[in-house]
């Protein structure tokens, strides 16, 4: 007689979280319902829109909250789904409000999200797009940390959620949409990563956030960032029509080679006529130019007259940037009456050239520096970054 050798898989098996209700558009969130069988697919679409409202408009994460949803539905709910919010790992607050979080998504991807108060009408967020980068633009420390991964759109839009949580920035029940007292009142993306290589995250997370049931941001309250992924700049504008920011840096190819290597690829003459023509772009509908100030590099007055002629004829304000220090960085912070010398050449072009003031420096949360695994820095660390800013 023989005997068959039977071994035991001791293996665990793989916990597959719930769906997360509060990452779906609205069309998969009234798919995702009849799936489940929670819903008749006749009904799919009102009840997608009850909870729509409580998810994206009051921010619930509990459904007994949900006061016109049917207690049994909200059992059948329970079951199969969750609205559960990212894991916060950190969060810092710099000495003038500046707020950062290091949020966890999954094991090993994190990203960094920061909430700068009195930016735009009250406070704007600066949502990451991606963990790490792949540009590799000189000046900047996320640049230093090698792309993980694309962000996906339900996690770009727990950025937001993460946040307005903190802030207290959700409306009671029964208060309107249009809440004047709101403390996020503008998103931008300029966090972690470069946002057209993630084009379709960054675009449904912007119709949920934009969506006039839930958060209810303006679109032209909403800035996109880029380093010049000059294919995607036609397509940005037509399926977002999201305000445009441009990071320069640099007036001629050779340096912006240098200081944005993504130029090799798309040099600056063929990134201005993208440019010119981005869709909706008007004098009500500027472009940004960003333009980070380093010390001896781009900061000559010849420098800003160079910039005055490249962008003529364009609609658009240039954002002067202080650099802001990070540890190893090789580069230093133009002086202030360099960068006041600057400005004055572009304004007396006719061009608007505000100064960007750095905030949360202290918390490396100000432009250029976030990076996930940057969090933890030694308090030595801490007083150089203070003293230089």
């Known amino acids: 007689m023989g005997f068959v050798l039977q071994t035991l898989d001791l293996a665990r098996p793989k916990l597959v979280a719930p769906p997360n209700l509060a990452g779906l558009t609205r069309s998969q969130l009234a798919q995702a319902l009849v799936e489940a ?43 199969r789904f969750t609205l559960a ?84 920035d959700w409306p009671r029940v029964g208060d309107k949409g249009t809440d004047p007292e709101r403390a996020l009142s503008n998103i931008v993306f300029m966090g972690m990563g470069e946002p057209l290589y993630n084009l379709d995250s960054v ?29 995607q700049l036609q397509p940005l504008g037509e399926r977002t029509q999201a305000m445009l920011a441009i990071s320069l840096h640099a007036t001629n190819d050779d ?66 940037i202080p650099f802001n220090p990070w540890p190893g960085s090789p580069y230093q912070c133009s002086s202030w009456e360099t960068i006041e010398r600057f400005a004055a050449v572009i304004n007396r072009a006719g061009y608007a050239s505000p100064i960007r003031t750095p905030r949360g420096r202290d918390i490396l949360a100000a432009c250029g520096q976030l990076k996930s695994e940057s969090e933890k820095l030694r308090a030595s660390e801490r007083r150089l970054l203070s003293a230089a800013s």
Request: net charge positive; charged share 25%.
């Open 37 to 79: 069988e929670v819903c008749a697919p006749e009904k799919a679409r009102m009840r997608a829109s009850q909870l729509w409202r409580w998810i994206h408009h009051f921010g619930a994460t509990d459904l007994d909250r949900m006061t016109d949803v049917s207690k049994e539905m909200r059992v059948k709910l329970a079951g």
């Open 85 to 168: 919010r990212p894991e916060v790992v950190d969060r810092q607050v710099s000495r003038d409000g500046t707020r950062k979080w290091l949020i966890r998504f999954a094991p090993g991807i994190e990203a960094e999200t920061v909430y700068i108060p009195d930016v735009g009408r009250v406070g704007a967020l600066c949502v990451s797009s991606q963990v790490g980068c792949t540009l590799n633009c000189t000046f900047c420390h996320t640049g230093t940390q090698k792309l993980v991964r694309n962000l996906t759109a339900a996690e770009i839009t727990a950025q937001v959620q993460v946040a307005r949580d903190d802030l207290g």
């Open 203 to 231: 675009a449904a997370a912007m119709d949920v956030v934009s969506d006039g049931e839930g958060i209810a941001l303006s679109r032209r309250r909403i800035t996109v960032s880029t380093s010049g992924v000059v294919p």
């Open 255 to 320: 340096l912006r080679n240098e200081l944005v290597p993504l130029n090799k690829k798309y040099p600056i003459a063929e990134l201005l006529d993208a440019i010119r023509a981005y869709p909706g772009i008007s004098n009500a509908r500027r472009v940004t130019f960003e333009y980070v100030m380093l010390k001896g590099v781009n900061d000559s007055p010849a420098e800003a007259r160079a910039l005055v002629q490249l962008i003529k004829g364009i609609p658009a304000k240039i954002n002067l």
